[in-house]
């Protein structure tokens, strides 16, 4: 199971860090990623990193302002937002794929979302 945090209200400009806390699975041989969901639009990739987090990529929206990181000790994945924009706000998923894809439909773990919120 994933469970995701961190999310809140927020001003633009400001920073969050969202988490998410795996358990029940070998962290370490998943792929991990994030995405997003705006009111009234589809769910959109957001960045993975690889299993020993060597490797990151972003969708070209994020880049520049997101991070993704991951520790395999806490068998946990973070996504650090800076500059926050109105756009931003969503519901943010984290997930977890055997595979390293921006696929979506290739994930099959998913955290039940955290809220970020930015005011402008």
């Known amino acids: 199971q994933l469970q995701a945090s961190g999310g809140g209200l927020v001003q633009a400009g400001d920073s969050l860090r969202v988490s998410c806390a795996a358990s029940?699975?070998?962290?370490?041989?998943?792929?991990m990623g994030w995405s997003r969901q705006a009111p009234g639009k589809e769910r959109e990739f957001v960045a993975r990193?690889?299993?020993?987090?060597?490797?990151?990529y972003y969708a070209d929206s994020v880049k520049g302002r997101f991070t993704i990181s991951r520790d395999n000790a806490k068998n946990t994945v973070y996504l650090q937002i800076n500059s926050l924009k109105p756009e931003d706000t969503a519901v943010y998923y984290c997930?977890?794929?055997?595979?390293?894809?921006?696929?979506?439909?290739?994930?099959?773990?998913w955290g039940q979302g955290t809220q970020v919120t930015v005011s402008s």
């Open positions: 029940g699975l070998t962290f370490s041989s998943y792929a």
């Open positions: 997930a977890a794929a055997p595979i390293l894809t921006s696929d979506l439909s290739q994930y099959n773990y």
């Open positions: 990193i690889t299993w020993g987090a060597r490797n990151t």
